[in-house]
């Protein structure tokens, strides 16, 4: 980190002058004895904003704001201090308005994803239910290893009156308020009950934040009392800061050790994570897979990092990855991990490296990461670590039959993937997901209920047990339905995009089918939050997302139980003229964890919306929910499609738009005819142990087998 007071450099205001503000000469900015700090008195959130705008990171000579933005909503708790601030700081810090507290930090967490953790937000509540409602986001953002900066308020420091309103009362601590359920998801916490704490406090976010190493979520929790109270700050406080993104070189004796098991490796894997596209690494990836003739596969968070054409992908790993990949897993003698934390889904729970002499080497900028799986450690940036693993490999190749292997095994899988777009056959199921790892993908293009349960398409909006409508349809007449599967419509939008196009989505079935039918054309386009996989996340992101790209088109994907948690951000999206795609597929339930819920043995209980039948089960007609209508009421340009050409059509007209538009589309519910490869690997979800139930019986059975091929790598 360096201080600048010159205030000169890219990014920097055109002026000291006004880099200072308005009031740069007034009379207590400049001490006439000189022989004390020159001060400048402020509240405690005008110093803060103001120190905030002056914050800007730095890596390879590129500058930009650190804190781009503060996201707020105003209650009692932040209107008189930080919302004050912002209005005194117009221009100088930009303000959102949102509608949902969690909402808000998704946004900010789609922004800092896109700015590849350069640039961040700051996001600011009321005490009590704003402040908690921030604790889902603020997981997300540390999982994901994401910048975002949280300003809760909070109850008053000096307690004037105790109880105030909404404040917790804790009989054994009287220090304890709401923001500390915040502690555990933040990567940085501080209460900042005095003005002059502000100052340790506010620097040591900013570090946190610009390190790759530690980001997540910094929460400072604001007292509003303190927020509103004065002091005189040294002029110093307010002057440019540049926090320089290191690159952190590998060590000489861990890098030897790393050259040495390359060179050793016969059947080595790269899996590509996060860390990749956070490190702009992808062309120095790109190089090495092509110099040393390795596959690289790619996590969720890593998808992208070649693109799909590209000679050396062999797509997704583990539980949602491809065929190709999980088979070369099984069979690595070495597999290199770049710049991921792993995680179940990556590691087919423990099963997917079946190899006995399977050794691992993680290149991550994080320690605690690197030696994950007992690995060889090689703590460093990632884009530093390849290049300097590459110079250390000069000359070196792996076997020719080796890549020939994997890129046969490459063509098989992208025939597949077209079979699924255009929905040619179905996709017969192999057996090897089993246990319980098929249902979350199985659920793909699974349906609101059991495959025998009626289907109705129609409905006049009354309640009760046929008021959703009358043109009931029996299951064997769905495989010849008009409606496309998931993997259709991922396939027609596949043919509408460009490399310029971002995609978005977290949960349900969704992420399964991107992972393995994806074609990423650009190391920014695929973006799934996969670490916490948080419903609800698309839509909040996608703004984000538009925010630090605003000329590209950004599609939020979501289905119809992601929708219903929270749309409210479409508001928001019209209010800032931002033109996000929304393409929601309703199946009428939540369709993921009803196939894994089957796959257990829970025969996808409480998991369609369905009326309540008279057995006061959920079985009756599907509810006449209008998911189109809502969105259209929320002020976007709304598009229904009902065939594969109707979604053709519509899709390339929400395109063109310029302003936010919803694509609507019913998709088929019949597992049969969903096209999607299944599960390549297994995912551990223990299975009842004792149950009456036939179904979770067998379930049990399949789950141990499936559960004797764990490992610990040690």
């Known amino acids: 980190m360096t201080t600048d007071p010159d205030l000169t450099g890219p990014g920097a ?70 919302g004050q601030a912002l209005v005194e700081a117009a221009p100088d810090m930009r303000y959102l308005q949102g509608r949902n507290e969690q909402s808000m930090v998704h946004a900010a967490v789609g922004y800092a994803r896109q700015s590849t953790r350069l640039s961040a937000h700051a996001v600011t509540t009321s005490i009590g239910p704003g402040a908690t409602n921030l604790v889902t986001g603020a997981a997300l953002a540390t999982i994901n290893r994401l910048p975002v900066l949280l300003l809760p308020g909070d109850t008053f420091a000096t307690r004037p009156a105790d109880p105030v309103l909404q404040q917790l009362e804790v009989r054994s601590a009287g220090d304890v308020s709401v923001n500390d359920a915040l502690r555990p998801v933040s990567a940085y916490f501080d209460r900042v009950s005095r003005p002059e704490a502000l100052i340790p406090a506010a620097l040591a976010a900013m570090r946190v934040l610009g390190d ?35 690159r952190q070189a590998p060590d000489p004796d861990e890098l030897a050790d790393a050259v040495r098991l390359v060179r ?60 190709t990949a999980d088979d070369l897993a099984r069979t690595a003698d070495l597999v290199i991990g770049v710049g991921t934390r792993w995680s179940d889904f990556s590691t087919a729970s423990a099963t997917l490296f079946q190899n006995p002499a399977v050794r691992f080497l993680n290149l991550n900028v994080t320690g605690f990461d690197a030696h994950k799986l007992a690995a060889h450690p090689l703590v460093a940036d990632a884009r530093t670590a390849l290049q300097q ?122 992420p399964g089918d991107l992972h393995k039918l994806w074609r990423a054309r650009s190391r920014d386009q695929y973006h799934v939050e996969y670490g916490y996989s948080c419903m609800g996340y698309e839509i909040p992101a996608a703004i984000g997302v538009q925010l630090a790209a605003p000329d590209r088109p950004v599609w939020a994907l979501v289905g119809d139980g992601t929708y219903l948690m929270n749309p409210t951000e479409i508001v928001t999206a019209v209010q800032e003229g931002l033109p996000v795609n929304v393409v929601i597929l309703q199946n009428h339930g939540y369709a993921s964890i009803g196939g894994l819920s089957e ?105 141990e087998r499936f559960a004797a091929a764990r490992r610990r790598h040690l």
């Not at 006439?32 to 002056?54: H, K, Y």
């Not at 890593?302 to 000679?311: A, C, E, F, N, V």
């Open 13 to 82: 205001p055109d002026n000291a002058a006004d880099a200072l503000g308005s009031d740069a000469r007034r009379p207590d900015a400049r001490r006439a004895d000189g022989l004390r700090p020159a001060t400048r008195r402020l509240t405690v959130a005008q110093a803060l904003i103001r120190f905030l705008s002056r914050q800007y990171t730095e890596r390879d000579g590129h500058r930009q704001r650190l804190i781009a933005a503060t996201w707020g909503i105003f209650g009692h708790g932040n209107v008189a201090g930080i």
């Open 212 to 246: 790759p190493a530690e980001t997540g979520a910094v929460t400072l929790a604001l007292p509003q009392d303190v927020q509103a109270e004065a002091y005189d700050w040294p002029e110093e406080f307010f002057a440019e800061r540049i926090w320089r993104v290191r």
């Open 264 to 323: 050793a490796a016969r059947r080595p894997l790269i899996v590509a994570g996060g860390g990749v596209h956070y490190s702009a690494a992808e062309e120095a990836l790109a190089a090495f897979a092509e110099t040393t003739g390795m596959p690289v596969a790619s996590t969720q968070a890593g998808k992208g990092s070649l693109r799909h054409d590209h000679p050396a992908d062999v797509g997704g790993i583990g539980h949602t990855g491809s065929a």
């Open 389 to 510: 693993l590459a110079a250390g490999l000069t000359g070196h190749r792996v076997d020719s039959a080796y890549t020939a292997e994997f890129r046969e095994g490459k063509a098989r899988w992208e025939e597949r993937v077209r079979t699924a777009f255009t929905g040619s056959a179905a996709e017969p199921a192999d057996g090897r997901a089993g246990g319980s790892g098929t249902g979350h993908e199985k659920a793909g293009s699974g349906g609101a209920g059991d495959e025998k349960a009626a289907d109705v398409r129609a409905g006049d909006g009354k309640t009760g047990g046929g008021g959703a409508g009358d043109l009931v349809r029996p299951a064997q007449e769905r495989r010849d339905a008009v409606r496309p599967t998931q993997a259709q419509v991922l396939g027609v939008l596949d043919g509408l995009v460009t490399d310029e196009d971002i995609l978005i989505n977290a949960a349900g079935s969704l």
């Open 599 to 703: 796959t257990v043995g829970a025969e996808r209980f409480g998991t369609a919306y369905r009326f309540r039948a008279a057995d006061a089960t959920y079985t009756g007609a599907p509810l006449p929910v209008d998911l189109a209508a809502n969105a259209a009421s929320l002020g976007l340009r709304t598009i229904r499609a009902k065939t594969v050409d109707d979604l053709r059509e519509a899709l390339a007209e929400a395109r063109a738009h310029d302003g936010p538009t919803c694509v609507y589309v019913e998709t088929e519910t019949a597992d049969t005819v969903s096209g999607v490869p299944p599960a390549q690997a297994w995912w551990d979800v223990p299975v009842a142990e004792t149950a009456t139930r036939t179904s979770a019986v067998s379930a049990r059975e399949e789950y």
